[in-house]
């Protein structure tokens, strides 16, 4: 037995020795067949793991070889990669391969096989490949667990703008799959019954937590898995490192994007690696990291800088050395000894370490200008600032970087600080208005506050001193405390120096010196003033011999009486300026007076000028008087506006006229007005003309007229026409005559109101006294001297019938009916009241009768109504007046009397009370005849006597009582 | 009535009763009566705020998938028959059993939110909140339980192993399963108490 085993160790090792041989000769090719082939599978990385020997090697062997791989999907059949492996193969070495898979190995079964060829020059043509390797399957083992479906791969981490292969299956076959990357559906192909896939190209980052990816198919079993998508890592950008102290070197860099992704991803991590000292440090911030210097003094640094997240790293490198890269610490900054125009800065700059040489920059920022310096220094700086304003806030800082290897600036460091106050350089600009009054003149000094340049400070006070030219003094300097621009002061007619001089804390301006002339000036014409688009355009004549310069003044504000009085100082050789202000205002008449200024400082008028910024139109009309109206004419008169309103030059004056006919006079012209009516005009061209009369005009007619300035811009506004009429051409006459006629009677009037007693006495008395009647003197004595006046007492009444006899005699007709019934109940007493006497004679006979004169109406009447004795001639307005009055009360009482008295029977009854014998009751008819012819005396009284040619008495007698009523119906 | 919410959730704190208390039902019913018709308010506030956080296809309007289902979750829905017919003890212990699964599920989801979506506190402090009226509504039910001398069942862990290892997809799954049936069961619950409430009046 033990040499049965020697014989077979002998005989191997022959055989391995002839093999050697061989393989040293590679006289034939052998069967290298690779074996043990064993695939493991890493579903995150998607990847086959393959690992395989070559057994048939010999010891310490080397022979290069050539792998062929074939992996097959599904099934073997289904040969999705063929790949080709190069290597050199040791002796019981151990071989990998890997394959990357774009599917994710969870949706289906894999096969691989294998086989390999001898590619070793020692070995000769031809070579054969050995025989493939069984199917090796490879299954993600029950990756769809207990569930139905399922989608992967499951929660991937993937890079942006990377491809993605997702799958899904089902116990169940599948149909109708869907599958929809954040609810978007996407091209599925089918593997095989229960495996679908889809491809994601250039997948998009979406947000922080993932995407969702979802597939349904029939029958419905859903499924779904969530992808997280990452941005691309980037390089770190701007990339450095610096030193301050030579203790700590900072590096900072710009990280790029943020790839974290919600509990899937960090943020990315960067970690710092110096290859010459090999030290790496992990940095904690995500854009800087801060590197200690070692006490060795190592001056090259090399530095890299990697940034990792779990899908890639990056780095950038740089290469310095230590010295060329020191930034100074941030100097410390003092002023010292500021003076009105110096100041002092000196700085510290700390630890640069081995007192390196440092450039500084300096810069002074004030009145809005920047002014840069430079200074080399080494720890501390001076610099002298100079040339400095007085009573100024600067600003100035500072700056160090590296004099012998710049890297950068440090950081500035400044301060402000204000400079000093000194004295004012200028004398303030000083003008004067002098205002004379009563002898004495008010002077108001105006001065203009100085520049900052000039002030140098803080003005306090301005001192004036007042010098009289005339009667020499002391001079008391009087303060003025500022901000103050003007002050008043109270001159006699003597000349005064007066000086002004501006004070700040340090000191005194110096002095403004202005005369004022006992002189009172001449007087200068106005002249107008041209406009230019820049403002006033002012010249004069230049002044020969000692005028040491000009000044023109104005008034800013003359249109509210403020004036703001503003001047302009001008040198001796000016003649001309233009003069603007944003405070001119179209419409406002603007004066500038011009003086020159002698070599004493006093100041004399020489020009005068006017005018407008811009002419408005004018804004009112004058107020115009009408006079001297006659049939023909009239004139129109008015007044000059105050030259403050005018809001422009005035050339003149319109008279519009409306024409009674379409044609103007002479010297009109038609126009048309802004309201489109159509008048006469008549043009004044000379503004002082402030009269006109309107002429040719006809009698009785209606004018109207309006007036109305007109400028360089236009005429007054359209106002309302004033209306007048023409008298008529005759009324002058007519005045004439009525105006004394009107007087006549006016006087007349008066004289009868004030004689109106006494014509009362004469004429008609209440009572008239029949001895004081004058008539009955002209009957006595021209006619019948027998005649009496009848007494009553010498009556024998004949029979007296008395029913009502309320006044004597006398019955009123108080007019109501009830008077008028007892009337009628009395009324036998009047037919009875004849006179019934048969042989009365002589003087003696006499009617007693009831006069109806002696009415209560027709006394109260108050006029002239007396019946029984007229006074005067019938034909006289009184009586007829009286008369009227007597028959209206007749009248009334037969009209109220009419509703219970037959017409005819009162007609009557009057009647018979005139005593007429042909009417009446028989039975009371007088027997004898002659009786009526005696009664007829009475009538004779009654009606017309006077001893005039009166009718005889005859029986007309009633028709003339009747004739006189048909009078007063005919008055009535 | 409706109680206002801190009411509800002190009644969550009440001491449990022990079993021998002579106590009528009726109390403890109608604050579980109120506390589900509180909580039914705000189901599908919580359904609505979660699936808006979960993204495509979730998010998208009109988003539902009945047939998701969790074995570790009973389905609220019942025939209408067999609901009707359940006594006390059977009613009262199929919702007790739901909320106490449901509180344990709510954690879970809570949980899977603030990994999956650590930046949307609301929905946070919305799953915070169910889970707390569902151990509020628990207690309540347990009372009734105990005022009714029914047996009480001992607390289950009904998650057991299944919880861990699940994917995004899935985890986002499982919280809409449980937000969707926290919704049923409340419905349910209000039922099963106004039933109870009809049947033990004050």
């Known amino acids: ?972 | 009535f409706l109680l206002p919410a801190p009411l509800c959730l002190l009644t969550m704190l009440l001491p449990p009763l022990s079993p021998g208390d002579p106590i009528s039902p009726a109390e403890p019913i109608s604050q579980a009566y109120s506390l589900a018709l509180y909580m039914q308010k705000n189901t599908s506030t919580l359904l609505q705020t979660y699936l808006q956080y979960q993204g495509s296809p979730f998010s998208d309007p009109g988003f539902s998938a009945p047939e998701l289902q969790l074995s570790s979750l009973p389905p609220a829905a019942v025939s209408f028959k067999t609901w009707h017919a359940l006594d006390d003890a059977e009613r009262l212990g199929r919702a007790q059993g739901a909320f106490q699964a449901l509180s344990q599920h709510l954690q879970l989801v809570g949980d899977d939110q603030s990994d999956l979506n650590p930046a949307s506190p609301i929905l946070l402090a919305q799953l915070g909140a169910a889970r707390l009226r569902a151990q509020g509504l628990l207690g309540n039910m347990v009372a009734i339980m105990t005022a009714l001398g029914l047996p009480i069942p001992p607390e289950e862990d009904t998650l057991g192993l299944v919880a861990f290892g699940a994917s995004a997809f899935e985890r986002k799954c499982r919280g809409y399963v449980v937000t969707r049936e926290y919704g049923h069961w409340t419905d349910r619950a209000v039922r099963d108490l106004a039933l109870l409430k009809a049947k033990y009046p004050g």
């Open chain 1, 1 to 972: 037995m033990a040499l049965f085993a020697f014989f077979q160790t002998i005989l191997l090792l022959v055989s391995l020795s002839l093999r050697t041989c061989q393989s040293e000769v590679l006289s034939e090719p052998l069967p290298l067949t690779p074996e043990s082939l064993d695939v493991s599978i890493n579903s995150a990385q998607r990847c086959l793991h393959l690992q395989w020997r070559v057994h048939s090697l010999a010891y310490h062997q080397e022979l290069k070889m050539v792998f062929q791989i074939e992996i097959s999907r599904i099934n073997t059949s289904n040969v999705i990669w063929v790949d080709y492996y190069s290597t050199t193969v040791k002796w019981n070495q151990v071989l990998h391969w890997s394959w990357e898979s774009e599917l994710p190995l969870e949706c289906a079964t894999h096969f691989v096989r294998i086989r390999s060829r001898v590619d070793d020059a020692r070995v000769p043509e031809p070579r054969f490949w050995s025989n493939w390797s069984s199917w090796k399957e490879v299954n993600e083992q029950n990756s769809l667990g207990h569930k139905a479906s399922s989608v992967f791969p499951v929660d991937k981490l993937v890079e942006e703008g990377s491809n993605v292969t997702i799958c899904y299956i089902s116990r169940s076959h599948q149909n109708n799959v869907s599958c929809y990357l954040d609810g978007v559906r996407m091209h599925v192909e089918q593997l095989d019954p229960n495996v679908s896939a889809f491809h994601v190209n250039n997948v998009a980052f979406v947000r922080e937590t993932g995407t969702n990816i979802f597939c349904e198919m029939d029958p419905k079993d859903d499924a779904g898995t969530v992808l997280f998508v990452s941005k691309v890592l980037e390089e770190p950008k701007d990339f450095s490192c610096e030193t301050q102290d030579f203790k700590t070197l900072h590096c900072t860099w710009d990280p790029g994007s943020d790839t974290s992704l919600v509990r899937k991803q960090p943020y990315q991590s960067y970690t710092l690696f110096e290859s010459f000292s090999g030290e790496k440090r992990l940095c904690e911030h995500k854009n800087w990291c801060d590197w200690q210097i070692a006490q060795d003094s190592q001056e090259m640094y090399n530095f890299t800088l990697v940034a990792e997240n779990y899908l890639r790293k990056r780095s950038v490198n740089i290469l310095f050395n230590l010295t060329h890269r020191v930034r100074p610490m941030t100097p410390k900054v003092f002023f010292k000894n500021i003076s009105a125009t110096n100041a002092t800065m000196t700085w510290r700059v700390h630890s640069t370490g081995n007192h390196r040489t440092l450039l500084c920059q300096i810069e002074l920022h004030g009145e809005g200008k920047v002014i840069q310096h430079n200074a080399s220094i080494k720890v501390n700086g001076e610099y002298l600032l100079s040339e400095l304003e007085p009573d100024t806030q600067y600003m100035a800082r500072v700056h160090c970087g590296d004099a012998n290897h710049f890297w950068k600036w440090s950081e500035w460091s400044g301060e402000n600080f204000t400079t000093l106050e000194a004295a004012p350089s200028e004398a303030p600009d000083v003008w004067r208005d002098v205002k004379s009054e009563l002898g004495n003149r008010t002077v108001t000094l105006f001065w203009k506050p100085l520049s900052k340049s000039h002030a140098n400070g803080k003005i306090r006070f301005y001192n004036v001193i007042v010098e009289n030219l005339d009667k020499p003094s002391e001079l008391e300097p009087v303060p003025i405390p500022a901000p103050a621009n003007h002050t008043k002061l109270a001159l006699d007619q003597c000349s005064y120096r007066i000086h002004v001089t501006a004070n700040n804390s340090v000191g005194t301006s110096p002095a403004s010196v202005i005369v004022i002339s006992g002189d009172p000036g001449n007087q200068v014409e106005e002249e107008r003033v041209n406009v230019t688009a820049d403002g006033f355009s002012l010249s004069w004549k230049p002044q020969s011999g000692d005028v040491t310069g000009y000044v023109v003044e104005w008034c800013d504000r003359p249109q509210d009486g403020s004036c703001d009085l503003q001047w302009e100082n001008l040198g001796p050789n000016t003649t001309s300026t233009v003069i603007s202000s944003d405070a001119f205002r179209p419409g406002v008449r603007y004066n500038f007076r011009i003086y020159g200024i002698s070599t004493k400082r006093i100041a004399y008028l020489l020009e005068q000028k006017t005018g407008y910024s811009q002419e408005l139109a004018p804004l009112v009309n004058p107020q115009v008087v009408m006079s001297n109206l006659t049939s023909h004419s009239f004139t129109l008169s008015w007044k000059d506006y105050p030259t403050e309103t005018q809001r422009s030059f005035i050339r003149g004056y319109h008279v519009y006229l409306k024409p009674k006919e379409g044609q103007c006079h002479p010297g009109f012209e038609k126009a048309a007005l802004s309201d489109n009516s159509v008048c006469c005009k008549y043009k004044i061209d000379k503004p002082e003309q402030k009269t006109f009369v309107v002429e040719n005009l006809q009698p009785e007619s209606i004018y109207e007229f309006f007036v109305t300035p007109f400028t360089s811009v236009g005429e007054g506004p359209l106002d309302a026409f004033t209306k007048v009429t023409t008298p008529d051409e005759h009324s002058h006459l007519l005045i004439r005559i009525i105006l004394p006629t009107v007087f006549c009677v006016v006087l007349i009037m008066i004289v009868c109101y004030l004689n109106s007693q006494w014509m009362k006495e004469k004429c008609y008395p209440d009572i008239p006294d029949p001895y004081k009647s004058s008539v009955l003197s002209l009957i006595k004595s021209k006619e019948n001297p027998h005649l009496t006046i009848m007494s009553v007492k010498d009556c024998i009444p004949d029979a007296i019938e008395v029913i009502n006899k309320p006044e004597g005699s006398k019955i009123q007709f108080s007019g109501t009916r009830n008077s008028l019934t007892e009337t009628e109940i009395t009324k036998p007493a009047y037919l009875y009241l004849l006179p019934a006497e048969k042989n009365y004679s002589g003087p003696g006979p006499c009617i007693c009768f009831e006069n109806f004169t002696y009415n209560q109406a027709a006394s109260n009447s108050g006029s002239c109504g007396h019946v029984p004795v007229p006074p005067t001639a019938p034909s006289q307005r009184g009586l007829l007046t009286s008369l009227e009055n007597l028959l209206k009360a007749l009248e009334k009482n037969y009209m109220n009397s009419q509703g219970e008295i037959p017409a005819g029977e009162t007609t009557l009854n009057y009647v018979s009370q005139l005593a007429s014998p042909m009417s009446g009751d028989k039975d009371s008819l007088p027997t004898d005849p002659p009786v009526p012819a005696l009664c007829s005396e009475y009538k004779m009284q009654m009606a017309i006597p006077l001893g005039l040619a009166s009718p005889p008495l005859s029986e007309n007698s009633s028709v003339s009582s009747v004739t006189l009523l048909d009078q007063g119906d005919h008055h009535h």
